[in-house]
């Protein structure tokens, strides 16, 4: 970019500007050298706004330039905040703000990484940015929890509140990246709107609390669990406790604050997937002050083994370091009653947790007389039986739900493109109708056909095609539902309603094959078949599609109906399923009963009609 004219944008002057554009109007068009951005770019960023007003004036297509970073002038102007030029920019095109930068960010998402609440209150207005985000992974929400901005986070769950259940790639939530980063308010607005969010586990299993735990926030795991208690015994897809999580991390607050303030003896002593308790992680570790505290300020069991057969103090003596850590914890263990697996007598309760090889090869725990770990216990009791399967069942409901709010997302994309096809087409019939127009005379520019009767019949079945269609699009575009049952109903009704679009678009076309088709006397000898035959084409198409839905739909049905009837029969008024079904009909609202027998009945066709 030239020196003067760079110069001119930093410092904004107008004046400067035109005088360089009068000399030279290809110099508007240049870019810097590394990060490719042009001077609306340079304005942006600075807030000059009747300089980003001149260049659009000149240059409405400059609003689309890309830098390096592949971001917009408006990328630029939401970071800085600059509220007046981003309306400036939004006029010459609105639909720049859909664009997104090398990092998938929108404007919107960009805004809420700074905290700019006025630049994301404007923002919200346009309502589509945020059905960009239904298909993402990270969203606008994740931004803004993960910045701490409070009043951008309620502002977006007051727009959209089940962004507060989407994850990103990681699997992650809302609720995770606030409690990973500290952000106390932040959690409260989220267990505030719903408290079982506290219960969302990422792609690791790892729950908002594990988060917390793993960069010791200690205020954040007070908040969970004076909120809910359960979410401590949650454990990640390799069996670690939030204990666990906060040991490997060596977050010593985090774990003198749970030993302190909750129950947790039951979880002491639990093992991970491979068989290590918090002191053989403590251990291996060489965090001294932690096995310290453990041995010293709890019950934990120092002789509990591993799935390796390794006690806590083998831990330590095999992993082949001789630093004064590592020599430090030896007389520590000891003193606590620390012996080494071949020391233990073969019938101690500890040695009774090892493990060995069934006759098939699997490993399992070998339960003798002592009573057995927290997770055996559970597994043990009835009531834990009967809670697994209401866990069980709760979980695949939730999945079923998962899968259908996808289906019906994808089902309003659909439609939505298919309206515009329709109306594309419709449109395109209108403006260049069937026989052409008049080329001179008095009628010029009129249709050659306006009276005859197919055109007519063309002209009603176009004009309704395309109208139909396009309340379509302005009913998808304007009304967001964000519960399943008001997506269902929607749907529903723009389905049928572009059927109806569809047949009156078929019945144009029949029409306009009708008027190209010469039918007068000689002139139509020997066409009259090829009317015939279009017309029995497309009713028999549309027949065999209506009657092949119709059978699927009484199917359906009637699959329905059994279900209910053998779940009425089957299901005593005291059974589990027959009280977590009482649960979920309670907690998500009693049409919720249809939307499950919809999904159950067609849960092994994989589809269900509308």
Known sequence: MDRRFYEAALRGDVSAFLNLVGEDENIIEQTSVRSFNTVLHIAAKFGHLELAAEIIKLRPKMVWAENEKMETPLHEACREGHFSLMEVLLEADPWVAARKNCDGETVL?????????????????????????????????????????????????????????????????????????????????FLRLDPDLSSLQDNEGRTPLHSAAIKGKVGIIDEILSTSLQSAKMVTKYGETVLHVAVRNNQYDAIRYLVENLDVADLLNFPDNDGNTILHIASAGKLRGMVMFLVNK?????????????????VVENSGNSNSGALALIPTLEDAGGKRCDQLPPRSPAVQQTTKKNDSGALQKNNLNGPSSWSKKILESPAASSHRRRRHLRGRREKQVELHNDSLRNVRNTITVVAVLIATVAYSGGITPPGGVYQDGDLIGKATMARKTPFKVFMVCNNVALFLSLG???????????????????????????????????????????????????????????????????????????????????????????????????????????????????????????????????????????
């Open 298 to 314: 709890t019950s934990i069991d120092v002789n509990a083994l591993n799935r390796k057969g390794l006690t806590a103090l083998d």
């Open 109 to 189: 998402s960009v805004a809420c990484g700074r905290g700019q609440l006025n630049v994301v209150e404007h923002l919200l207005t346009y309502r589509w940015l945020l059905m960009l985000e239904d298909n993402g992974g990270t969203t606008s929400l994740h931004v803004a929890a993960s910045a701490g901005h409070l009043e951008i986070v309620k502002e977006l769950l007051n727009a959209r509140p089940d962004f507060a259940q989407k994850r990103d790639l990681q699997g992650c939530s809302p609720l995770h990246l606030a409690c990973s980063k500290g952000h106390l308010e932040v959690t409260r607005e």
């Open 472 to 610: 379509i699009v302005i009913v998808l575009v304007s009304v967001i539902p964000f519960r399943r049952k008001s997506m269902t109903k929607l749907l529903v009704v723009t389905h049928k309603t572009m059927w109806a679009s569809v047949s009156f678009m078929a019945a144009a076309y029949i029409a306009a094959s009708w008027v190209i088709l010469p039918s007068a006397g000689n002139k139509g000898k020997g066409t009259r078949w090829v009317l015939v035959t279009l017309i029995s084409i497309g009713a028999g198409c549309f027949i065999s599609i209506f009657a092949g839905l119709g059978v699927m739909l009484a199917r359906h049905t009637l699959k329905k109906w059994e279900l209910r009837d053998k779940r009425r029969k089957k299901d005593s008024p005291h059974s589990s399923i027959s009280r977590v079904d009482d649960e979920l009909r309670l907690k998500h609202g009693s049409h919720n009963n249809s939307s499950y027998s919809d999904m159950e009945s067609s849960e092994k066709d994989g589809m269900y009609p509308f």
